[in-house]
């Protein structure tokens, strides 16, 4: 998704600078630039007054946040059993061949973000996967393509 430019002092400023702010201001940053950069977290220490190294203990620790930059569209395939067996493992590799990036990375352009997971809880729907969060069930390969092609199209 593309998000709108939004200044990192202005989220910075919206924020009482106490330790307690350390979640909101992550997930505000989280939202608007789709990761943390060590500029932005570097910041919201400054701001807060929290350790670099506590603020980063946090952001790991949450799964929604990412420090690393991520693609305008997050393309996310389930490798758990039931999705394996029904051919998952295929999907991936025609994802990996077509954007020429392996899960957890981001193609150049910053288009495109490939992860896998172990499961979805939506198994009866294997194989299954997650394109910009909408779930996209009994998944095939020529499936995901067309959608990535409606992606580029856009
Ligand atoms: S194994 Fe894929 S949704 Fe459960």
Not at 42 to 58: E, K, S
Not at 106 to 133: E, I, M, Q, R
Request: charged share 25%; proline share 6%.
């Amino acid at each position: 998704m593309i998000k709108e430019h939004v200044d990192i002092d202005d989220i910075i400023e919206r924020h009482p600078g106490k330790p307690e702010s350390l979640i909101f201001l992550l997930q505000d940053i989280q939202a608007a630039y789709n990761y943390i950069s060590p500029e932005a977290m570097t910041l919201v220490c400054d701001h807060i007054g929290v350790p670099l190294t506590q603020a980063y203990a946090v952001a790991t620790f949450y799964q929604s946040f990412s420090l690393e930059p991520k693609g305008e569209h997050e393309i996310r395939v389930c490798l758990g059993t039931a999705c394996h067996l029904k051919g998952a493992p295929r999907i991936v590799s025609e994802l990996e061949r077509r954007l020429g990036i392996k899960p957890g990375e981001t193609t150049k352009d910053l288009k495109y973000s490939l992860d896998t997971v172990n499961c979805l809880g939506a198994c009866a729907l294997a194989p299954v996967s997650v394109v910009d969060n909408e779930y996209q069930p009994n998944t095939t390969t020529p499936k995901l393509v067309r959608l990535l092609d409606k992606m580029v199209s856009e």
